[in-house]
């Protein structure tokens, strides 16, 4: 069974700085993308950032202040997080397009959810 194990939520300071990580446990065949997403109080869900095998991407708010890395020998993913504001103050969920065999299309899979809180 594929899970998305997160860790490194909490509570900073503004200013501050977390590592949030989403490691992929079970067997699959590959990933092809790997994104955090997160989802603040009364707000939808929004991507964060995302990397796949050749490209970065950031939403606009977090860009020069968030960055996104992958180690491939773990299937593990991280989001580095610096100069941290109130607005960032969300749950943040991992998300992996995956293959589990070679004959499978790729699908969807979530982590449970981190929270990230910096207070105003």
């Known amino acids: 069974q594929v899970q998305l194990v997160e860790s490194g939520g909490g509570l900073v300071q503004p200013g501050g700085s977390l590592r949030l990580s989403c490691a992929v446990s079970?067997?699959?065949?590959?990933?092809?993308?790997m994104s955090w997403y997160r989802q603040a109080p009364g707000k939808q869900r929004e991507l964060v950032a995302r990397i796949t095998s050749h490209s970065t991407t950031y939403t606009e708010s977090v860009k020069g202040r968030f960055t996104i890395s992958r180690d491939g020998a773990k299937n593990t993913v991280y989001l580095q997080m610096n100069n941290l504001q109130t607005d960032d103050t969300a749950v943040y969920y991992c998300?992996?397009?995956?293959?589990?065999?070679?004959?499978?299309?790729?699908?969807?899979?979530w982590g449970q959810g981190t929270q990230v809180t910096v207070p105003s």
């Open positions: 079970g067997s699959i065949f590959s990933i092809h993308v």
């Open positions: 998300q992996a397009g995956l293959r589990l065999t070679m004959w499978d299309n790729p699908s969807d899979y």
